[in-house]
């Protein structure tokens, strides 16, 4: 492995120390994965028992300092689309100088169980800005279910009852009553293009790799 495939995050909880390693894309085929190991075993495929398999051990994870596939940002980029988008404090540098792209991750992290298997999830948000004031939205719902914590699904944009003549934005993610749920910025008939009066909440259940919208989008006056 090349020492630019290995990032290395130091973590501690109930008395272990783990070690987050990304595997390069030589050994995984999976920008998207990550193994979780106790350094004293020599095995780096065990996943250490204790707080490490705990149904919230994924809230072990600073995801603000874990690099990013580069599809993340890959509609909004002028040409293709790198490996891996580095990720240091929540940012990366521009990773297109043409569009001025950068991405953020809200440090922000939702957990909870919101696939119904018993084990928390992590849901994240990014945005990819670019040009003057364009920004990408994309919602990911991070697991352990494999031993590793990896991307299970994503969400980039809202059902068509919400979209506008202006792509909304993302105001809030959380977790209700298991669901996922996304507040969107709406735009009303009569609204300047830079000012949304509304917003609109969505709510989700994650099924596999699908997030499907469930029942309608709950519009209300957005806070001035």
């Given at each position: 492995?090349?020492?630019?495939?290995?990032?290395?995050?130091?973590?501690?909880?109930?008395?272990?120390?783990?070690?987050?390693?990304?595997?390069?894309?030589?050994?995984?085929?999976?920008?998207?994965?990550?193994?979780?190991?106790?350094?004293?075993?020599?095995?780096?495929?065990?996943?250490?028992?204790?707080?490490?398999?705990?149904?919230?051990?994924?809230?072990l994870l600073d995801f603000t300092e874990i690099d990013q596939p580069g599809r993340t940002c890959g509609d909004v980029l002028?040409?293709?689309?790198?490996?891996?988008?580095?990720?240091?404090?929540?940012?990366?540098?521009?990773?297109?100088?043409?569009?001025?792209?950068?991405?953020?991750?809200?440090?922000?992290?939702?957990?909870?169980?919101?696939?119904?298997?018993?084990?928390?999830?992590?849901v994240v948000h990014t945005k990819c800005e670019y040009g003057a004031n364009g920004v990408q939205d994309t919602i990911q719902v991070w697991d352990l279910d494999s031993g590793s914590a990896e991307i299970k699904a994503t969400l980039t944009k809202p059902p068509a009852a919400v979209d506008?003549?202006?792509?909304?934005?993302v105001k809030d993610v959380a977790i209700e009553d298991g669901k996922l749920t996304v507040t969107w910025t709406q735009f009303a008939d009569d609204d300047p293009r830079c000012c949304p009066s509304l917003?609109?909440?969505?709510?989700?259940?994650?099924?596999?790799?699908?997030?499907?919208?469930?029942g309608t989008p709950e519009v209300t006056t957005a806070p001035a």
């Open positions: 492995m090349n020492s630019r495939d290995l990032r290395l995050l130091g973590l501690a909880a109930a008395g272990l120390s783990l070690v987050l390693v990304a595997r390069g894309a030589e050994e995984s085929g999976n920008h998207d994965a990550f193994t979780i190991e106790d350094p004293s075993v020599k095995d780096p495929s065990v996943v250490v028992e204790g707080s490490a398999t705990a149904p919230d051990a994924i809230r002028a040409g293709d689309a790198p490996r891996v988008i580095q990720v240091s404090e929540g940012r990366s540098a521009t990773i297109d100088k043409d569009k001025f792209v950068k991405l953020e991750i809200d440090g922000d992290v939702v957990y909870g169980d919101v696939d119904d298997d018993g084990f928390d999830e992590a506008n003549v202006l792509e909304p934005t917003q609109s909440k969505v709510h989700f259940m994650v099924a596999g790799d699908e997030v499907i919208p469930v």
